[in-house]
Protein backbone atom coordinates (compact mmCIF):
# COMPACT_ATOMS: atom_id res chain seq x y z
CA UNK A 1 0.00 0.00 0.00
CA UNK A 2 1.20 3.62 -0.93
CA UNK A 3 1.80 5.60 2.51
CA UNK A 4 -0.40 7.62 3.77
CA UNK A 5 0.87 11.25 4.56
CA UNK A 6 -0.93 14.26 6.47
CA UNK A 7 1.70 17.26 6.16
CA UNK A 8 1.66 20.41 7.85
CA UNK A 9 3.06 23.45 5.92
CA UNK A 10 3.22 25.84 8.33
CA UNK A 11 4.59 29.29 5.77
CA UNK A 12 5.69 32.29 7.26
CA UNK A 13 4.11 31.60 10.36
CA UNK A 14 5.37 31.03 13.94
CA UNK A 15 8.44 32.25 16.19
CA UNK A 16 10.79 29.33 17.35
CA UNK A 17 8.81 29.92 20.69
CA UNK A 18 5.51 29.20 18.74
CA UNK A 19 6.59 26.48 16.56
CA UNK A 20 7.76 25.03 19.80
CA UNK A 21 4.92 24.72 21.50
CA UNK A 22 2.81 24.02 18.07
CA UNK A 23 5.38 21.04 17.32
CA UNK A 24 5.18 19.49 21.14
CA UNK A 25 1.18 19.40 20.84
CA UNK A 26 1.17 17.74 17.93
CA UNK A 27 3.59 15.51 19.57
CA UNK A 28 2.02 14.78 22.39
CA UNK A 29 -1.63 14.75 21.36
CA UNK A 30 -2.03 11.41 18.93
CA UNK A 31 -0.10 9.18 17.93
CA UNK A 32 -1.50 7.60 14.44
CA UNK A 33 -1.20 4.09 13.27
CA UNK A 34 -1.15 4.46 9.78
CA UNK A 35 -0.73 7.77 8.77
CA UNK A 36 2.71 9.23 8.27
CA UNK A 37 2.96 12.81 10.35
CA UNK A 38 5.23 15.96 8.37
CA UNK A 39 4.97 19.15 9.53
CA UNK A 40 7.16 21.96 7.50
CA UNK A 41 8.23 24.59 9.83
CA UNK A 42 9.79 27.53 9.06
CA UNK A 43 13.97 27.64 8.58
CA UNK A 44 14.09 30.09 11.80
CA UNK A 45 12.70 27.16 13.75
CA UNK A 46 13.36 24.18 12.21
CA UNK A 47 16.42 23.42 14.18
CA UNK A 48 14.50 23.74 17.43
CA UNK A 49 11.93 21.59 15.98
CA UNK A 50 13.68 18.79 15.19
CA UNK A 51 15.18 18.76 18.72
CA UNK A 52 11.42 18.58 20.02
CA UNK A 53 10.41 15.93 17.47
CA UNK A 54 13.40 13.68 17.92
CA UNK A 55 12.45 10.14 18.71
CA UNK A 56 8.90 10.33 17.99
CA UNK A 57 6.38 9.64 15.40
CA UNK A 58 6.35 13.64 13.66
CA UNK A 59 8.71 13.85 10.80
CA UNK A 60 10.37 17.40 9.67
CA UNK A 61 10.28 19.05 6.00
CA UNK A 62 11.29 22.15 5.00
CA UNK A 63 9.29 24.35 2.81
CA UNK A 64 12.28 25.22 0.15
CA UNK A 65 15.66 24.77 -0.85
CA UNK A 66 18.40 25.71 -3.05
CA UNK A 67 19.64 23.71 -5.70
CA UNK A 68 23.91 23.72 -4.77
CA UNK A 69 25.50 22.19 -1.81
CA UNK A 70 27.20 25.03 -1.04
CA UNK A 71 28.36 28.62 -2.43
CA UNK A 72 28.05 32.42 -3.00
CA UNK A 73 24.42 32.38 -2.36
CA UNK A 74 22.92 34.98 -0.32
CA UNK A 75 19.80 34.21 1.82
CA UNK A 76 19.48 30.19 0.57
CA UNK A 77 19.48 27.27 2.53
CA UNK A 78 21.21 23.92 0.84
CA UNK A 79 19.93 20.50 0.99
CA UNK A 80 22.96 19.68 2.71
CA UNK A 81 22.04 22.20 5.59
CA UNK A 82 18.64 20.74 5.92
CA UNK A 83 19.89 17.42 6.32
CA UNK A 84 22.40 18.01 9.01
CA UNK A 85 19.71 19.38 11.39
CA UNK A 86 17.16 15.72 10.75
CA UNK A 87 14.65 17.43 7.90
CA UNK A 88 13.98 14.37 5.75
CA UNK A 89 11.64 16.33 3.51
CA UNK A 90 10.97 19.16 1.46
CA UNK A 91 8.53 21.05 -0.22
CA UNK A 92 9.26 22.11 -3.35
CA UNK A 93 7.35 24.24 -5.86
CA UNK A 94 4.74 25.66 -3.87
CA UNK A 95 2.51 27.71 -5.74
CA UNK A 96 3.51 30.52 -3.18
CA UNK A 97 7.38 30.14 -4.67
CA UNK A 98 6.23 30.42 -8.31
CA UNK A 99 4.03 33.13 -7.88
CA UNK A 100 6.28 35.58 -5.49
CA UNK A 101 9.49 34.46 -6.03
CA UNK A 102 9.78 33.12 -9.61
CA UNK A 103 9.99 29.47 -9.49
CA UNK A 104 9.61 27.25 -12.83
CA UNK A 105 9.16 24.32 -13.90
CA UNK A 106 13.46 24.14 -14.55
CA UNK A 107 14.33 25.28 -10.73
CA UNK A 108 11.54 23.05 -10.17
CA UNK A 109 13.23 20.29 -11.88
CA UNK A 110 16.91 21.23 -10.34
CA UNK A 111 16.06 21.23 -6.97
CA UNK A 112 14.21 17.78 -7.30
CA UNK A 113 17.47 16.38 -8.65
CA UNK A 114 19.53 17.89 -5.48
CA UNK A 115 17.17 16.41 -3.06
CA UNK A 116 16.94 13.22 -4.45
CA UNK A 117 20.89 13.76 -4.62
CA UNK A 118 21.05 14.47 -0.88
CA UNK A 119 18.12 11.70 0.26
CA UNK A 120 15.75 14.18 0.56
CA UNK A 121 12.13 13.32 -0.21
CA UNK A 122 10.79 16.14 -2.08
CA UNK A 123 7.20 16.76 -1.98
CA UNK A 124 6.69 18.00 -5.37
CA UNK A 125 3.36 20.63 -5.61
CA UNK A 126 1.75 20.80 -9.03
CA UNK A 127 -1.37 22.64 -9.34
CA UNK A 128 -3.82 25.09 -11.66
CA UNK A 129 -4.64 28.53 -10.79
CA UNK A 130 -8.55 29.22 -11.38
CA UNK A 131 -8.22 31.02 -14.89
CA UNK A 132 -6.43 27.95 -16.39
CA UNK A 133 -9.40 25.18 -14.79
CA UNK A 134 -11.73 27.94 -16.37
CA UNK A 135 -10.38 27.78 -19.95
CA UNK A 136 -10.08 23.93 -19.50
CA UNK A 137 -6.34 23.46 -19.59
CA UNK A 138 -6.36 21.86 -15.84
CA UNK A 139 -4.51 19.02 -17.29
CA UNK A 140 -2.49 20.58 -19.77
CA UNK A 141 -0.56 22.45 -17.52
CA UNK A 142 -0.49 20.21 -14.90
CA UNK A 143 0.94 17.27 -17.27
CA UNK A 144 3.74 20.17 -18.41
CA UNK A 145 4.32 20.93 -14.37
CA UNK A 146 5.06 17.10 -14.05
CA UNK A 147 7.55 16.79 -16.75
CA UNK A 148 8.96 19.79 -15.96
CA UNK A 149 9.77 18.51 -12.34
CA UNK A 150 10.80 15.23 -12.96
CA UNK A 151 13.26 15.89 -16.44
CA UNK A 152 15.85 13.42 -16.80
CA UNK A 153 14.52 11.73 -13.17
CA UNK A 154 14.83 8.11 -13.46
CA UNK A 155 11.87 5.79 -12.38
CA UNK A 156 13.59 3.99 -9.59
CA UNK A 157 14.00 7.80 -7.59
CA UNK A 158 9.86 7.90 -7.59
CA UNK A 159 10.33 5.17 -4.12
CA UNK A 160 11.31 8.25 -3.27
CA UNK A 161 9.17 11.05 -4.30
CA UNK A 162 5.58 12.75 -2.94
CA UNK A 163 3.65 14.70 -5.25
CA UNK A 164 1.28 17.13 -3.70
CA UNK A 165 -1.60 18.65 -6.49
CA UNK A 166 -2.91 21.69 -4.70
CA UNK A 167 -5.08 23.77 -7.18
CA UNK A 168 -4.02 27.31 -6.98
CA UNK A 169 -7.86 28.27 -6.74
CA UNK A 170 -8.00 26.23 -3.46
CA UNK A 171 -5.30 27.65 -1.58
CA UNK A 172 -5.82 29.74 1.67
CA UNK A 173 -9.32 30.34 -0.38
CA UNK A 174 -11.90 28.28 1.69
CA UNK A 175 -12.27 26.37 -1.08
CA UNK A 176 -11.94 22.87 -1.34
CA UNK A 177 -11.64 21.06 -4.26
CA UNK A 178 -14.68 18.34 -4.85
CA UNK A 179 -13.55 14.90 -4.34
CA UNK A 180 -14.65 13.99 -7.85
CA UNK A 181 -12.25 17.38 -9.11
CA UNK A 182 -8.94 16.32 -7.23
CA UNK A 183 -9.10 12.22 -7.79
CA UNK A 184 -9.62 12.83 -12.09
CA UNK A 185 -6.69 14.99 -11.56
CA UNK A 186 -4.70 12.18 -9.32
CA UNK A 187 -5.54 10.03 -11.68
CA UNK A 188 -4.36 11.68 -14.64
CA UNK A 189 -0.58 12.34 -13.07
CA UNK A 190 -0.37 8.69 -12.05
CA UNK A 191 -1.51 8.16 -16.40
CA UNK A 192 1.55 10.85 -17.01
CA UNK A 193 4.31 8.83 -14.35
CA UNK A 194 2.59 5.73 -16.08
CA UNK A 195 2.60 6.42 -19.70
CA UNK A 196 4.98 9.12 -20.30
CA UNK A 197 7.57 8.61 -17.54
CA UNK A 198 7.37 4.57 -17.22
CA UNK A 199 7.50 5.09 -13.43
CA UNK A 200 4.88 2.32 -11.33
CA UNK A 201 2.57 5.33 -10.74
CA UNK A 202 0.67 2.83 -8.22
CA UNK A 203 3.70 3.45 -5.83
CA UNK A 204 3.44 6.91 -5.99
CA UNK A 205 1.78 9.26 -2.78
CA UNK A 206 0.03 11.78 -4.23
CA UNK A 207 -1.22 14.09 -1.04
CA UNK A 208 -4.41 16.89 -2.16
CA UNK A 209 -3.69 20.57 -0.59
CA UNK A 210 -5.79 23.33 -0.33
CA UNK A 211 -8.21 24.43 1.96
CA UNK A 212 -8.15 21.14 3.66
CA UNK A 213 -9.83 21.74 7.14
CA UNK A 214 -11.48 18.61 9.79
CA UNK A 215 -14.57 18.83 8.50
CA UNK A 216 -13.47 18.13 4.62
CA UNK A 217 -10.47 16.00 4.99
CA UNK A 218 -13.05 12.46 5.72
CA UNK A 219 -14.08 12.94 1.62
CA UNK A 220 -11.06 13.58 0.05
CA UNK A 221 -9.32 11.10 2.69
CA UNK A 222 -11.89 8.45 1.87
CA UNK A 223 -10.76 8.43 -1.84
CA UNK A 224 -8.22 5.51 -2.76
CA UNK A 225 -6.68 7.89 -5.13
CA UNK A 226 -5.67 10.43 -2.68
CA UNK A 227 -3.31 9.34 -0.32
CA UNK A 228 -3.30 12.25 2.51
CA UNK A 229 -2.84 15.90 2.47
CA UNK A 230 -1.02 19.11 2.75
CA UNK A 231 -2.31 21.10 5.10
CA UNK A 232 -1.51 24.92 4.89
CA UNK A 233 -3.79 27.11 7.24
CA UNK A 234 -5.41 24.10 9.69
CA UNK A 235 -1.62 22.77 10.17
CA UNK A 236 -1.17 26.33 12.22
CA UNK A 237 -3.57 24.94 15.57
CA UNK A 238 -2.58 21.82 17.15
CA UNK A 239 -6.54 21.05 17.63
CA UNK A 240 -7.32 21.33 13.85
CA UNK A 241 -4.13 19.69 12.62
CA UNK A 242 -4.67 16.77 15.13
CA UNK A 243 -7.78 16.38 14.06
CA UNK A 244 -6.76 16.11 10.27
CA UNK A 245 -4.69 13.27 11.07
CA UNK A 246 -7.03 11.39 13.83
CA UNK A 247 -9.90 11.38 11.22
CA UNK A 248 -7.35 10.46 8.30
CA UNK A 249 -6.04 7.65 10.55
CA UNK A 250 -9.22 6.48 10.92
CA UNK A 251 -10.47 6.38 7.18
CA UNK A 252 -7.48 4.64 6.11
CA UNK A 253 -8.04 2.20 8.68
CA UNK A 254 -10.91 1.21 7.18
CA UNK A 255 -12.89 2.29 9.96
C1 LIG B 1 -0.73 24.94 1.27
O1 LIG B 1 -0.12 25.87 1.74
O2 LIG B 1 -0.11 24.09 0.65
C2 LIG B 1 -2.19 24.88 1.47
C3 LIG B 1 -2.83 23.90 0.93
O3 LIG B 1 -2.76 25.88 2.25
P1 LIG B 1 -4.26 25.89 2.82
O4 LIG B 1 -4.51 24.56 3.48
O5 LIG B 1 -4.27 27.01 3.80
O6 LIG B 1 -5.19 26.10 1.66
Redesign the pocket.
Given at each position: MRKKIIAG?W?MHKTVAEAIALASGIVDSYKPKRVEVVIAPPFTALYKVAEVIRDTHVRLAAQNMFHEPEGAYTGEVSPIMLKDIGVEYV?IG???RRKYFGETDTTVNLKVKSALKHNLIPIV?VGETLDEREHGITMDVVRRQILGAFTDITADAFEHIVI?Y?PVW????GKVATPEQAVEVHRFIREVLRNELNVEAENVPILY?????PNNIESLIKEPDIDG???????LRVDQFVEIVKISDRIVGGN
Open positions: NKIHSECAEAIGTGGSIKGLVGGAS
